[in-house]
């Protein structure tokens, strides 16, 4: 027999939109590189370029701490936050790199 979940208790982190294996971002949306500590964000930055039409990593990243331009391969402690409303498709692969 399986317990129900314990009531009254919120979860305190939102829920990341894609992760992992399922990642996928379209140009304009937002990486966050979680922190050590529970709700502390390390490094977030925004996503100006991809090389695969579907979406998936690697991406051209601004972070915002400096404004430089990386080619980032997430990992584990990563996630997409969804900021536009176009999904990725012909015209939004390469590098899309901005000055």
Known sequence: ???????????????????????RARVGDEIVVRGTSAGVVARDGEVVGLHHPDGSPPYDVRWAE??????????????????????????????????
């Not at 027999?1 to 990642?23: C, F, N, V």
Request: hydrophobic share 30%; glycine share 16%.
């Open 1 to 23: 027999m399986i317990a129900p979940a314990p009531a009254g208790k919120a979860d305190p982190a939102p829920r990341p939109e894609a992760t992992g294996t399922s990642m």
């Open 66 to 99: 400096n404004g430089r331009v990386t080619l980032y391969f997430p990992g584990p402690d990563a996630y997409v936050r969804h900021l536009t409303s176009a999904p990725p498709g012909p015209g939004r692969g390469g590098s899309g790199r901005r000055s």
